[in-house]
Structures are given as C-alpha cells and as structure tokens.
C-alpha cells in the first residue's frame, strides 16, 4: 500500500521524542513536570454547572460556526481587549482548539502560487509546530526566520531578501512567544503590516498567551490594525480559553479576521470541522465574558515570575519572560541537559531543538530548554531550585 510523501519528512513531533529522549532512563528523584504547557490553575468553578444546565444540548448537532451567544461572547470579549467592534455573524468564528484554526486558515487561504512561483509561508523558529504542517499541507515552502536575542526574540521577516517575500502568502506571527515569552511592540506590529502590505500577504496573528503577562497587556494585532486602516482581510487573529481561563480541554477558541477570510474558514469548516458540543459553547460563552477569574489567574503567574526571577537571579544569559508561562533557559546543549536532569533529579523539561528547526550548530533552540511553569507555586519554586543547582552550579 503506497503512502503519500509529503509528510515522509516530518521530525518526530516533540513529546513523542522527549519520551524516547528520558523514557528507558530512571528519575533521578521525584518527578516534577514542567515539560508541557497544560494549565493546573483551577477554572471557574461555575463551568460545570452551565454544562450541566445545559446538558440537554449533547442530544443536537451543534453550529459549524458557533452558537450566536458563543459569537457575541467572542465579539465581545474582542471589543473590550483590542478596542475593536466585530460583527459577531461575518468577523469570527468559534474553533475547537486554535490549533485547528492556524491549519485551516492555511489551507482555506493560501493560494497555489504567488507571482508565478511555489509560494512561501513564514513561520518562527522556535514555533508551534503545527505552522510547519499547515504550510507543507498547502504545498507552500515553509521559510523558519530565527527569533533569537539579535532580534529580541521575534522574527525579523522584514530583513528576508525580496525574492522570498515576493513568493510569501502568509506570515504566521505568535505574541506573546513561545516559547520565549517576548511581545511583539506596536513598532513591530506596524512594520509587519506594512511589509505584509507592500509584498501582498497574510499575517497569522497566534495570541494564545495574551492574557498572561507582568505588568501591560501586550498590544494586539487587531488594535494596530485599526490604527492603521489596514485592510481586514489582511489580519486574522486566534486565541482561545486554554491559557486564559486554564480550560485547555473545553477546547474553545477563536478566530477573527475580514468577512470574506471567515467566509471562506467557515466553508472549509463545513465539510472538515468538528464544531464545540452545545453545552460546551454555552459555558465558553460564559467564561469569554467573565474578566474575574482571569484576572485571579494572571496574578497567580506573576508570582511565578517573581519565584523564577529570584531563583535565577545571578545566572548568566536567564531572561525573565515578559509573558506567557514558560522559561528558555541557556545551556550548552538542550537534549543532553535535558538528560542530565532527569537522571540526576527528576525534573522532566523540553529540549529547546525539538521546537526549532535547523542542522546541528544552526538550530536556534538547541542551547536552550523550555521549561514550563505551570506546576503549584511550592512544586514549581522546588523544581527551578533543582534544575538551577544541577545545571548552573
């Protein structure tokens, strides 16, 4: 039986092969996970009840684009964090998960060729990795642009040479960064749509960790934009519950953009989506329209950033994330750290290589490790201290 090829070469995704990295070793003392990004903060309380009031909606097939009061919570919420009106019936859709939405909008979006030639779409590097598959789905070259400290850690696609911007048909682009933490300003945000503007492509804004932060929200997409008078269609924006409320298996996100991006999501959707069960839409609503409990979660975050500056206070290179909830911490080599500390502690973390892409010596993530802080604030404050004295001492 054949198979098709243009998957043949994907790298083994990252937490199968950090399992093949530590699995066949023994811990080197009790386990502390800071390997994924899964939320254990609790989620509202009340959203088992509004799923279980609305229980009776199991028995219905539920809207391919959301329910109008999911809508309207989206719109909403939009409206109060990037001051800017949406119609809640043609600028967005709900998604189950955002990763859903980035491979989507590839596929509904991106044509088969620019000017003439193979297109190219732009991705990060480190990145999540779904912006690779949606470009090779596509047929699309996908060009990884280092986010290192050179560039404060965002790409700088305005630096590519002309000859791939001219093929570009889409920039995915993640602020707050992961897994980095760095925030794209509004002078970086101008300078992408302009560029997107002068070479005729589309920016796939990923803001998932937008609500966690230390001190200023960092500036949206959407909020430039409409300072700028860019065209809608040029901007699609996805968020979610996930990291916001800690409700990452409700699976409710978003994505917003012009009325004729979302038209053109939604009918792809039609034939290939698999929409939010009823229930779980009506407590998405709730929860999109609740400011509390998110404000109640972002502090218990910025008390983490306090730990992890402190423990790592003095070492050479540690960079305090200014959002989002992981730690890329220098080292020598990230897979054979990574070893090191699960056999000699038990602290179980990401090698920063398997989030990157690049030959040995040219990989951006391999001389570092990402640590996620997501455990309690006692488990988390004990793993950092660990992994500082195995590693930095």
Request: with cysteine; proline share 8%; charged share 20%.
């Amino acid at each position: 039986m054949n198979f098709p090829e243009r998957f043949s070469n994907l790298p083994e995704y990252a937490f199968p092969r950090l399992r093949t990295l530590l699995d066949h070793h023994q811990p080197g003392g009790e386990v502390i996970h800071m390997t994924i990004g899964a939320p254990m903060h609790d989620f509202p309380a009340w959203v088992t009840d509004v799923i279980t009031k609305n229980a009776a909606g199991f028995q219905g097939y539920p809207p391919n684009e959301g329910s109008p009061e999911l809508r309207a919570a989206i719109t909403g919420w939009i409206d109060r964090r990037y001051g800017v009106s949406m119609d809640p019936d043609t600028n967005v859709m709900a998604l189950n998960g955002t990763r859903e939405g980035l491979y989507n909008a590839a596929m509904a979006l991106c044509p088969e060729q620019k000017n003439g030639e193979k297109p190219v779409i732009l991705c990060p590097n480190p990145f999540y990795q779904v912006y690779m598959v949606a470009s090779l789905s596509v047929r699309a070259d996908p060009v990884f642009v280092p986010a290192t400290a050179a560039t404060d850690h965002l790409p700088d696609y305005a630096g590519l040479p002309k000859d791939v911007l001219n093929r570009t048909v889409a920039a995915y682009i993640c602020s707050p960064a992961n897994p980095q933490g760095a925030v794209a300003s509004r002078d970086y945000w101008v300078e992408l749509i302009q560029l997107a503007e002068t070479y005729d492509f589309r920016i796939f804004a990923d803001e998932c960790y937008s609500e966690i932060y230390r001190d200023e929200a960092p500036t949206g997409v959407l909020t430039v934009a409409k300072e700028l008078g860019a065209d809608p269609e040029r901007i699609t924006l996805f968020n979610s519950l996930s990291k916001r409320s800690n409700l990452a298996g409700l699976r409710s996100g978003l994505i917003a953009g012009g009325p004729e991006t979302i038209k053109r999501v939604k009918q792809l959707r039609n034939y290939a989506g698999a929409p939010l069960p009823l229930p779980l839409q009506a407590a998405a609503a709730k929860v999109w329209a609740d400011e509390a409990h998110v404000v109640e979660n972002r502090a218990l975050y910025q008390e983490k950033y306090t730990i992890a500056d402190e423990v790592f206070a003095g070492v050479q290179g540690y960079m305090p994330p200014e959002a989002g909830f992981f730690l890329w911490l220098p080292v020598e080599n990230g897979e054979e750290t990574t070893l090191k500390l699960w056999q000699e502690t038990g602290v179980r973390v990401l090698p920063g290589a398997y989030l990157s892409q690049g030959d040995p010596g040219q990989n951006p993530g391999e001389q570092f490790i990402r640590v996620a802080m997501v455990a309690p604030k006692t488990e988390l404050q004990q793993g950092l201290i660990t992994l500082r004295d195995c590693i930095y001492s």
